[in-house]
Structures are given as C-alpha cells and as structure tokens.
C-alpha cells in the first residue's frame, strides 16, 4: 500500500516539476500558481504518507481487549422487594384513607383523630421501633422511611406531615436516645389502653420567632440544676402542638445545640398559630418556662445529622405532593376541552407538565442519593443540603404551575391543587429551613 503512494507522489511530484522547466509558463503568467501548487502537493504528499503510516501502526495485530468490571456496588435506584410491597401498601393508604379526609380537614383546620387509629391498624410507627419493643426495623432503614413519606404526602402533605410527627420522634429516640430514654419512652408508642386508646403522640419543636431562623443559635435554652434539665424558651410553628403528649425540643446547653425530651406540663402555655399552610396540623406556638426535660442523646448524639434527617422528610412529603400535582394536572389537562380539544394538546400546557416530571425526578434523584449515604453511615450534611434547596425553589414552581394549569379552577378551593400550593410553602421554612 504504501508503494502504491509512494508511486502517484512521484509521478505527480515529477509531472509538477517538468512543468515548472517550461518556459510557457512565463509567456502564460502561470509559473506562480504552478509553484505553489508544487508546494502544497508534496505537503499534502507527506502528510498523506505519515497518516498511513499511523494508521498501519494502530492496526497491529494485538490479542482481544475486554475492560474488566468495577468491583465497586452498582449505583442502583431500583426498590427491594419488601421496599417495593412497602410503596404499594403507603400509597394504597394515601388514596384510600388519606386523600378522602383532606380537604375537609383543611377547611376545619382540625387534624382528623380517626386517621391515627387507621396509622395504627397499618403498622405505620413499627417501621420505626426495634423488634425487641415490637416494631419491625433490625436495622437503619433511611431510604424506607423516605419512601414512606413520599408516598404519604401523594395523599396529603398536612396530613402526612401530622401523622410522621410522631414517626420522625420514634426515629430520633431509636436513632440518638439514651439507654434511660429509650427504656421510659419507645415501649409507650406501641402501648394502648382503655384510657389511652390510640398511642403516645409526639411532635418536634424546634422553630423559633426569630427572623432567618438558624438552628444552631437558638434562643431556648437548657439548664441543668440538682441533676434536672430545665428548659426556658418559645417555638413556634409546632405541628400537632394541643394534643402531643411528648415534645422533642432543641435548645442550648452551655453554648451548644442539643435536643430534650419534654413531657407535656402544666408549665408549658400553648397558643394557636395558625399558618397559610399545614392547616389541618393545627401549628401552635410553646412557651417554657423551667420546663423538666431529659436530654436526648449522650456522646453519641449528633445535632447536626439530627435536622438533615428531618430535612430529608420534609423534602420526602414535597416530591409526594409534587407527583400529586402532576398527576391531577395530568387528568385536567386530558379531560379538560377548550377550542373542541384538550388543552393537554396545547404546547404550552404540555411543556408545563412535562417540566414537572423532570423537576420531580431530579428531587428524587438527590434525595434518594443523600439518604443512601446517611443509610451506609457516610456523611451526608452536603447532599441532604442541595436536597432541601432544590426541593423548596422546585416544588414551589411545580404548584405554581399546577394553579397556572388549572387556571381560575386551581385558585378555588374545589380543585385540592390550592391547598398543595399552600402547604409546599413549608418545605422551605418547617424543621431547620434553609439554613445550611
């Protein structure tokens, strides 16, 4: 092969040059172009020549290569299947249980009791208790009690946020809590009585009053007198507040952050604060004052995985209400006609929803990533962080579009789509808010 070109390079070197002798190229002006001409051939010619070269090299004959495979565990997303029966049993509940009690629980701002006596026949709260105190977890289970609160909120955010209140303190305690703790609190969430027909309510308190609240300065704080822990302070924005039995309440012990165990008592005044969302919570404002307490957590204890973990709910229920959004805006948008079709065929509705589906699945994406680190004990501060901002600037944009969709219909309250865009507004304000 390369002979071959070795022969036309010579051939057409040697016909340029016998040319470039002639004196007509004088009489006809062309020894220029001619010349460089000549130039460029023989350029071209060796360029040529060395690419073939390279090229006869690359094909060596050389024994079949194979990549060996990563060793490494697999990036996958796809659900276990008890995770798998988990989802369907959740989001049967929401559609079934869940859904039907919302929009009247909204309206009378009341959280429904009936709906912790159907939590109770579910089995919500063993996903959070040990097996020896009757509960079913044998092991950490972050990216389940994700996947439960995601499925929840497809029902109802409020409701889901009300009913995991309890949920997320069993967590914390199982998680965190002292032996002394654990042996007088956990075993009361799965006892039930005559007097007592529904078990141990618990709720967190941690908000506070304050402009751009940030959780590690807080002003409530924790004394310690004769061995006692004693607590003096005011939260506010407290789900569930006039009827939780037990409190889990941050506040500062000698100029750090902690969190307390406060039972309810004739010491704490209670004060209705109701919010444009998360009505049916009931939120209320605490106000303590030398309130006994127990602390949470011994050496052990860390504060600040302690609020990425709620965060990571928080951000949980917001993909459960923004797949709620889309899907009912999916069915409006087919069953609803304008210009003798459905306004799902219009470009601009389309484009809306689809753009859902991608914000949502890029929410679920980081926090499902943030939770399997925290689940394999890996530090997960910055991933559960992006989580929560990505999740409060999306899922407001997916409500705002759900009520742009639905147009005049989605600022009443006949569609639940107001009441979505009203309680999505918390997920960037509830347990810690957006500070990092």
């Known amino acids: ?71 490494k565990d697999l990036f996958d997303l796809s659900l276990s299947e008890e995770q798998q029966m988990l989802v369907d049993a959740m989001q049967q509940f929401a559609t079934e249980v869940i859904y039907p009690l919302a929009h009247q629980a909204d309206h009378d701002a009341k959280f429904p009791q009936v709906l912790w006596q159907y939590s109770t026949d579910l089995g919500l709260n063993t ?22 609160a995601e499925q929840l909120a497809r029902g109802d955010f409020g409701l889901t946020a009300g009913l995991l209140s309890t949920f997320g303190v069993m967590n914390a305690i199982t998680r965190w809590g002292s032996e002394q703790v654990q042996n007088q609190y956990l075993s009361a969430f799965s006892e039930t ?27 409530t704080k924790a004394t310690l007198q004769n061995g006692q822990y004693l607590i003096t302070g005011e939260k506010t924005l407290v789900i569930l507040a006039e009827t939780a039995d037990l409190f889990l309440v941050s506040a500062e012990l000698n100029g750090q952050a902690d969190v307390f165990i406060v039972q309810r008592d004739a010491s704490i005044q209670f004060k209705a604060a109701p919010a444009m969302g998360l009505k049916a919570c009931e939120t209320a404002t605490l106000k303590f004052n030398q309130t006994p307490a127990a602390r949470l957590g011994t050496d052990d204890f860390d504060y600040s995985a302690f ?20 899907s009912y805006c999916i069915r ?5 006609t304008a210009f003798g079709e459905p306004i799902s065929h219009r470009q601009s509705v389309a484009f809306m929803i689809a753009d859902m589906a991608i914000e949502i699945e890029a929410m679920r994406m980081l926090l499902l990533n943030a939770a399997s680190l925290a689940e394999s004990g890996k530090n997960f501060h910055r991933e559960a962080y992006l989580a929560r901002l990505l999740c409060a600037e999306k899922s407001m944009q997916i409500a705002t ?28 304000i509830m347990h810690s808010g957006l500070h990092a």
């Open 1 to 71: 092969m390369s002979q071959m070109i070795n022969k036309a390079q010579g051939f057409g070197l040697a016909l340029l040059t016998k040319m470039a002798s002639s004196d007509l190229l004088d009489q006809f002006k062309l020894r220029k172009w001619v010349e460089q001409s000549l130039y460029h051939s023989a350029k071209a010619g060796f360029k040529t020549f060395e690419t073939t070269q390279k090229n006869f090299k690359s094909t060596q004959k050389l024994p079949q290569q194979r990549l060996t495979r990563q060793s």
């Open 193 to 219: 009585d005559a007097n007592h027909p529904t078990p141990l309510q618990a709720t967190f308190a941690i908000q506070e009053n304050t402009a751009a609240f940030n959780p590690y300065q807080l002003k």
């Open 127 to 148: 996903y959070a208790l040990p097996e020896a105190l009757g509960g079913v977890a044998t092991e950490q289970n972050i990216v389940s009690h994700i996947l439960i």
């Open 401 to 428: 579009n759900g009520v742009q969709i639905l147009g005049g219909h989605g600022f009443t309250k006949e569609h639940p789509v107001e009441r979505w865009y009203r309680d999505l507004r918390a997920t960037a």
């Open 332 to 336: 409006y948008a087919n069953e609803r």
């Open 307 to 326: 609020l990425d973990l709620g965060n990571l709910m928080w951000c949980a229920m917001a993909v459960g209400c923004c797949e709620a959004v889309k």
